[in-house]
């Protein structure tokens, strides 16, 4: 059987471009529908766009957190300047301080002065900036990639037991049809003997029981209801080879129990009644593990 893909999991990358060194990790949870939530580096605006269209062809469904943390490599100290109009401010004023008898100034103690030692920003080429951002955006994509195969892995395990309540499901309706064809006769014997106590010496009392007991049988049929979950299990099973189908089985649960309400509603016998109960049981925990399928 084919495997289906879950919505909780957690996928990593990281990468480096130039001077630049990330770590990119998704995580996502259950949801309705495809929600992205993305965090970035500032300057990397464009990346946002690049993880909600690269969610879109991975998943179908789910709340996916993307964080992107990035960090640009240190100049050195190869890199320092001295701004010569601070520091020619600072030595007017310590001239004029020594004259005073203050003692003079060294030079460690001159650079240590706030504003004398600049770590000058490099301004990056447009290109390269852009050659940056592509790179995150590839390792977005193997993050992506990583958390399918993380979702995939919850499905494998989700299927059998998914599989297993489907499969529940249909022994309860076969069970259901079993005591729904038993149901004319249980009908008409219960009413027959309720005249029969009321007005045994009624007349006609033979031919007004068949008449009223198959206006009651005709009430309580539910041979539209069973075939109508038969066809909801094969419809179960089809999906499971289809993934994704999450939404669609989460609206084939809703159709499965109002069938199975309705059975109970129009049972005529607490054995019927039984089954159709437990037959809503089995359908409730099958939605509760369709609300993990992707």
């Known amino acids: 059987m084919t495997t289906i893909s879950?919505?909780?999991?957690?996928g990593r990358s990281e990468g480096a471009?130039?001077?630049?060194?990330?770590?990119?990790?998704?995580?996502?949870?259950?949801?309705?529908?495809?929600?992205?939530?993305?965090?970035g580096p500032p300057g990397f605006d464009s990346l946002e766009r690049a993880a909600k269209a690269s969610a879109q062809k991975h998943f179908t469904r789910g709340q996916i957190t993307v964080g992107v943390q990035a960090k640009r490599a240190d100049?050195?100290?190869?890199?320092?300047?001295?701004?010569?109009?601070?520091?020619?401010?600072?030595?007017?004023?310590?001239?004029?301080?020594?004259?005073?008898g203050a003692t003079p100034p060294s030079a460690d103690g001159l650079l240590g002065l706030r504003g004398v030692l600049e770590t000058p920003e490099e301004e990056e080429a447009p290109e390269a900036r852009a050659a940056v951002e592509a790179a995150m955006a590839a390792s977005i994509d193997v993050a992506f990639d990583a958390l399918k195969v993380s979702r995939d892995r919850e499905?494998?395990?989700?299927?059998?037991?998914?599989?297993?309540?489907?499969?529940?499901?249909?022994?309860?309706v076969a069970q259901a049809e079993t005591e729904a064809a038993a149901q004319v006769e249980a009908i008409r014997d219960r009413f027959a003997r309720r005249m029969t106590?009321?007005?045994?010496?009624?007349?006609?009392?033979?031919?007004?029981?068949?008449?009223?007991?198959?206006?009651?049988?005709?009430?309580?049929?539910v041979r539209e209801e069973l075939d109508r979950l038969t066809a909801h299990v094969a419809s179960a099973r089809?999906?499971?080879?289809?993934?994704?189908?999450?939404?669609?089985?989460?609206?084939?649960?809703?159709?499965?129990?109002?069938?199975?309400?309705?059975?109970?509603?129009k049972s005529a016998t607490t054995a019927l009644t039984g089954i159709g109960l437990d037959l809503k049981a089995v359908i409730e925990q099958l939605r509760e593990q369709v609300q993990n399928v992707e």
């Open 197 to 221: 106590e009321l007005a045994p010496d009624a007349p006609g009392l033979q031919d007004r029981i068949f008449l009223e007991a198959a206006a009651l049988a005709t009430k309580a049929d």
């Open 155 to 172: 499905g494998a395990q989700l299927l059998p037991l998914v599989a297993g309540f489907v499969d529940n499901a249909e022994q309860l």
């Open 238 to 265: 089809t999906l499971l080879q289809q993934p994704p189908a999450g939404r669609k089985l989460d609206f084939l649960m809703q159709e499965f129990m109002r069938e199975a309400n309705t059975l109970c509603s």
């Open 6 to 10: 879950g919505m909780t999991g957690f």
């Open 17 to 39: 471009e130039g001077a630049w060194t990330w770590a990119v990790e998704a995580r996502s949870v259950n949801g309705r529908n495809l929600e992205v939530r993305f965090r």
């Open 75 to 100: 100049p050195g100290a190869a890199a320092l300047k001295v701004n010569e109009d601070i520091l020619a401010r600072y030595l007017t004023l310590a001239n004029q301080l020594a004259e005073e």
